[in-house]
């Protein structure tokens, strides 16, 4: 699956920027969701994951509370919406799949996902 993300931009501190992940070549029903990003010269960082059904969804502590993740089958797209934004969250931010696996999902180890998007830019400014 192709992924392609959009809505990053530059936001004042304690504003809130809605990221949206484009699929396309296969139906998001047939995979596992999640948001990372990744901070210059680091490793990816989970977000946030939402299941292949849309019934359960996982965030990291960093991001609780302040980040929802949802999904949008008739779209065939994934959103990020990011609330009360921090300059610490200044970073890319990246779209992830994982195939559905009979093995179970690691949300957060960025080698458990098959596809990635380009990466969009989120500046936040203090």
């Known amino acids: 699956v192709k992924l392609i993300e959009s809505g990053g931009g530059l936001v004042q501190a304690g504003g809130s920027l809605r990221l949206s992940c484009a699929a396309s070549?296969?139906?998001?029903?047939?995979?596992?969701m999640a948001w990372f990003r990744r901070y210059l010269g680091k490793e990816r960082q989970f977000l946030a994951g939402?299941?292949?059904?849309?019934?359960?969804?996982y965030y990291a502590d960093s991001v609780k509370g302040r980040f929802t993740i949802s999904r949008d089958y008739t779209q065939n797209t994934v959103d990020l919406q990011m609330n009360n934004l921090k300059p610490e969250d200044t970073a890319d931010y990246y779209c992830?799949?994982?195939?559905?696996?009979?093995?179970?999902?690691?949300?957060?180890?960025?080698?458990?996902?098959?596809?990635w998007g380009q990466g969009t830019q989120v500046t936040v400014s203090s």
């Open positions: 939402i299941s292949w059904s849309g019934d359960s969804t």
């Open positions: 992830a799949a994982a195939r559905v696996r009979t093995t179970g999902w690691e949300t957060s180890n960025p080698s458990g996902y098959d596809s």
């Open positions: 070549g296969r139906t998001i029903t047939a995979y596992e």
